[in-house]
């Protein structure tokens, strides 16, 4: 009987997919309207500049600057706010304003001028100023008036209507205390396989970051070691941005293991500029991926090498040429070992995962859960559940370059 081609001939892919001043309103006059401390996280709306900031005092201030000029017509302003109302408290809104004649009719029939300002529908109170200046107009208002995203700021000009009166606005700041605290991070609390060599550590805060206070002390990775102590990872931290840390290992972290990262709050903690503290301590977990690249430190027998990831075949004999319409078991292994550094609850003991075999252009795919080898009992061992099996027809006999 002639025989077929070696089954290292045979095209197999193997693939894993494991898987901040009044209650009321206060007037102030000043020589020019747009007065401002530098800002971050700056962006262009579309209707105008809109900044976001921390004050000196601690207070979050989003700034819409709109320079209209004095205008006859209703202003209608958007300011964006993206957080909770109820996480805001001591809301102020400030609006510079051009030629407010509040208490100078001069000569208008009508009388003074009166306008209205509203956030959302609720009315805040009327401006103040004077004939041909810049004033600053300060109101209190309760949060609740707020909206997570777009508000609408709205001048009702001269509201009773005489016909005479213009009224300019320069900026709107919205501003209040939000309390500092981490408001997103990855990986996500819980996330598994995240690559051991580009895990992606980065955590947000609500508020711009006091720099200084900002180290491997402060936002902390860490794992737990045989004995289930946490040890940290001397990582290095940056600030990516005002708001965002990154957390960046000395090297690949290690595989198939779960890490905690830690933001720490109290006076020696992660702080928002100005001192702030954080609310509270944030934490949480993620399970990087198992490594199977390259080679086990021990031999698993049958198998005489130590690649991570190897396919046998079964015709009449483990691995030899092929017999022709015969059935041929295909064998993989899928190896990996603990780790003598890593506490045991805190290692990846079983991956699900996707199992594609292509032989002569015909794909077979399964999902399937694999143990770590040391896992399996030696009674999964003898029904052959220690690996993930294919059965194929081997075809007819090969002739010529045809590729099987």
């Given at each position: 009987m002639?025989?077929c081609?070696?089954?290292?001939?045979?095209?197999?892919?193997?693939?894993?997919?494991?898987?901040?001043?009044?209650?009321?309103g206060m007037?102030l006059?000043q020589?020019?309207?747009?007065?401002?401390?530098?800002s971050?996280?700056?962006?262009?709306?579309?209707?105008?500049?809109?900044q976001?900031?921390?004050?000196?005092?601690?207070?979050t201030?989003?700034?819409?600057?709109?320079n209209?000029?004095?205008s006859f017509?209703?202003?209608?302003?958007?300011?964006?706010?993206?957080?909770e109302?109820?996480?805001?408290?001591d809301a102020?809104?400030t609006?510079?304003?051009?030629?407010?004649?509040?208490?100078?009719?001069?000569?208008?029939?009508?009388?003074?001028?009166?306008?209205y300002?509203?956030?959302?529908?609720?009315?805040?109170?009327?401006?103040?100023?004077a004939?041909?200046?810049?004033?600053?107009?300060?109101?209190?208002?309760?949060?609740?008036?707020?909206?997570?995203?777009d508000?609408?700021?709205?001048?009702?000009t001269?509201?009773?209507?005489?016909?005479?009166?213009?009224v300019?606005?320069?900026?709107?700041?919205i501003?209040?205390?939000?309390?500092?605290r981490?408001?997103?991070?990855?990986?996500?609390?819980?996330?598994?396989?995240?690559?051991?060599?580009?895990?992606?550590?980065t955590v947000?805060?609500s508020?711009?970051?006091?720099?200084?206070?900002?180290?491997?002390?402060?936002?902390?990775?860490?794992?737990?070691?045989?004995?289930?102590?946490?040890?940290k990872?001397?990582?290095?931290?940056?600030?990516?941005?005002a708001?965002?840390a990154q957390?960046?290992p000395?090297?690949?972290?290690?595989?198939?293991?779960r890490?905690?990262?830690r933001?720490?709050?109290?006076p020696q903690?992660?702080?928002?500029?100005?001192?702030?503290?954080?609310?509270e301590?944030?934490e949480?977990?993620?399970?990087?991926?198992?490594?199977?690249d390259?080679?086990?430190?021990?031999?698993?027998?049958p198998?005489?090498?130590?690649?991570?990831?190897?396919?046998?075949?079964?015709?009449?004999?483990r691995?030899?040429?092929?017999?022709?319409?015969?059935?041929?078991?295909?064998r993989?292994?899928?190896?990996?070992?603990p780790k003598?550094?890593?506490?045991d609850?805190?290692?990846?003991?079983e991956?699900?995962?996707k199992v594609?075999?292509?032989?002569?252009?015909?794909?077979?795919?399964?999902?399937?859960?694999?143990k770590?080898?040391?896992?399996?009992?030696?009674?999964?061992?003898?029904?052959?559940q220690h690996?993930?099996?294919?059965?194929?027809?081997n075809?007819?006999?090969?002739r010529?370059?045809?590729?099987?």
């Amino acid at each position: 009987m002639k025989k077929c081609a070696s089954f290292s001939e045979w095209f197999i892919a193997v693939l894993l997919t494991c898987c901040l001043v009044l209650s009321g309103g206060m007037s102030l006059a000043q020589d020019e309207r747009c007065s401002s401390e530098p800002s971050a996280n700056t962006l262009d709306n579309g209707s105008g500049l809109e900044q976001q900031r921390l004050s000196e005092s601690g207070d979050t201030v989003w700034r819409k600057d709109v320079n209209s000029g004095c205008s006859f017509s209703d202003h209608n302003i958007t300011v964006n706010i993206p957080v909770e109302p109820d996480e805001i408290s001591d809301a102020k809104i400030t609006m510079t304003n051009e030629d407010v004649d509040y208490n100078d009719p001069q000569s208008c029939s009508g009388g003074p001028e009166v306008d209205y300002l509203y956030i959302n529908g609720h009315f805040i109170g009327q401006l103040q100023g004077a004939n041909n200046s810049w004033s600053t107009n300060i109101f209190d208002f309760p949060s609740s008036y707020l909206v997570k995203g777009d508000n609408a700021i709205f001048v009702d000009t001269d509201s009773t209507g005489t016909g005479c009166w213009c009224v300019g606005v320069g900026y709107v700041d919205i501003s209040g205390k939000v309390g500092f605290r981490v408001t997103s991070y990855t990986p996500e609390d819980g996330q598994e396989n995240v690559l051991w060599n580009a895990p992606g550590i980065t955590v947000t805060f609500s508020n711009e970051v006091k720099k200084e206070s900002v180290s491997n002390d402060t936002i902390v990775l860490e794992y737990r070691n045989q004995q289930g102590v946490w040890t940290k990872v001397n990582t290095t931290v940056t600030m990516a941005s005002a708001t965002k840390a990154q957390i960046t290992p000395p090297g690949n972290l290690m595989d198939g293991v779960r890490y905690r990262v830690r933001a720490v709050d109290g006076p020696q903690g992660v702080l928002a500029k100005g001192d702030a503290e954080l609310e509270e301590d944030a934490e949480w977990y993620f399970w990087t991926m198992v490594n199977l690249d390259g080679q086990t430190a021990n031999l698993f027998k049958p198998n005489t090498t130590k690649d991570k990831l190897q396919i046998t075949w079964f015709n009449v004999s483990r691995n030899e040429e092929l017999i022709p319409y015969r059935w041929v078991a295909n064998r993989i292994y899928v190896l990996w070992e603990p780790k003598v550094s890593v506490f045991d609850d805190d290692e990846v003991k079983e991956i699900k995962a996707k199992v594609t075999l292509t032989v002569n252009g015909t794909d077979e795919t399964k999902d399937c859960t694999i143990k770590r080898p040391d896992r399996y009992t030696e009674n999964e061992k003898k029904l052959a559940q220690h690996t993930i099996n294919f059965l194929k027809v081997n075809p007819r006999l090969c002739r010529g370059t045809r590729k099987v």
